[in-house]
């Protein structure tokens, strides 16, 4: 199954306070072991909000919102595309993972449908 493994922003992400060395050592290294075990199958880290567009649909209509976004809980700073057996999996992986923030943090991990969702 593939999931997407969301990290959420905190205030340093939407600030654009880089990592540390060390923490993107520890990232570097701990995403190694994802492509390694063939897990990962993509994954970047998101700008600010600031530098964000957000399209609003209503209708016919579409309006474009300039960030920066305020909710800082709804957005997201960086992500990963996984193939795992199960979600317990996925889990599992995440659990292994340093820290990606500089702070406390949250990431979520989402099923994406496949085909047998659609039959």
Request: charged fraction near 30%; hydrophobic fraction near 40%; include cysteine.
């Amino acid at each position: 199954m593939k999931v997407m493994v969301f990290v959420k922003a905190t205030k340093d992400s939407e600030a654009g306070r880089m990592p540390s060395k060390e923490l993107i050592a520890a990232m570097g290294a701990y995403n190694q072991s994802l492509i390694a075990a063939g897990i990962m199958k993509d994954g970047g880290g998101l700008k600010p909000s600031r530098f964000a567009k957000r399209v609003h649909f209503s209708g016919e209509n579409r309006t474009v919102i300039d960030g920066p976004f305020t909710e800082t809980k709804e957005l997201v700073a960086g992500y990963w595309l996984w193939e795992v057996k199960s979600i317990e999996e996925a889990v599992e992986w995440l659990k292994k993972c340093p820290n990606p923030m500089l702070t406390d943090s949250d990431v979520d991990i989402r099923p994406l449908f496949g085909p047998e969702d659609f039959a």
